[in-house]
């Protein structure tokens, strides 16, 4: 079982459509969970990032973990073309510097 | 400018043929990573520094080696490429992660390599 499963898509929403992105993990100790964005020929860049079970808003982003189902989520409103691109979510605090990624999901907005 | 570079960004090259990925960082940072990302498998760690001259294996290290000299420089190297290191590969840098926090990894750009 990989540590980290993630829904692999590919996603293709309307333009102004809610998007759901998820990943569960398999290890409890990890501590901090991420989600990363990777634009087509660039590298991921960090979009959100969290520590505890809960949700973490930023702006149009969500970010929820659920540490009790090892289960973790982005949220995207108002979904705009600009957000077409590779969603990856990571997990880490179990050794030093270490993330783990999920497998990414590629996401279309449509006009 | 805050970066993190590769050389080069695209490589063909053919079996056997001893290769090198240069990386730097100009934030200073101690820790530097190298992933390899395949379609379906996502990224996968392969050697990471927490400074200069420690290193160590991430997941997939086999086929490849990692020198740190300099703080900045963190260069990947493949003794003897076979097909199946074809890959797109990210190098990143952080400074180190305090209890209780996460610090934020910066990528390079990507280098795509094609081994024949």
């Known amino acids: 079982q990989k540590e980290v499963e993630q829904d692999p898509g590919p996603l293709s929403v309307p333009e102004g459509a809610i998007v759901s992105l998820n990943c569960t993990y398999s290890?409890?100790?990890?501590?901090?969970f991420m989600w990363y964005r990777q634009y087509s020929r660039k590298g991921p860049e960090l979009l959100m990032y969290?520590?505890?079970?809960g949700n973490k808003e930023d702006g149009r982003f969500t970010a929820q973990v659920d540490k009790s189902s090892k289960y973790i989520s982005l949220f995207i409103r108002d979904s705009q073309p600009s957000d077409s691109a590779t969603y990856l979510c990571?997990?880490?605090?179990?050794?030093?510097?270490?993330?783990?990624f999920g497998q990414g999901t590629i996401l279309t907005v449509h006009p | 400018e805050a970066q993190v570079t590769q050389n080069p960004r695209y490589l063909i090259t053919v079996t056997g043929k001893k290769l090198t990925v240069t990386c730097s960082q100009n934030m200073n940072h101690e820790y530097m990573s190298w992933y390899r990302q395949d379609p379906g498998l996502g990224l996968r760690q392969i050697y990471y520094s927490m400074n200069v001259e420690v290193t160590d294996k991430g997941d997939v290290p086999e086929g490849y080696k990692v020198s740190r000299k300099e703080k900045r420089n963190f260069p990947l190297i493949l003794e003897s490429p076979s097909p199946n290191q074809t890959s797109l590969y990210f190098c990143?840098?952080?400074?180190?992660?305090?209890?209780?926090?996460?610090?934020?990894?910066?990528f390079g750009p990507g280098t795509r390599l094609t081994v024949l």
């Open positions: 990571a997990v880490g605090g179990t050794s030093y510097g270490k993330l783990t």
């Open positions: 969290t520590y505890s079970s």
């Open positions: 290890n409890s100790a990890f501590q901090y």
């Open positions: 990143a840098s952080s400074t180190p992660r305090t209890s209780g926090s996460y610090n934020e990894q910066f």
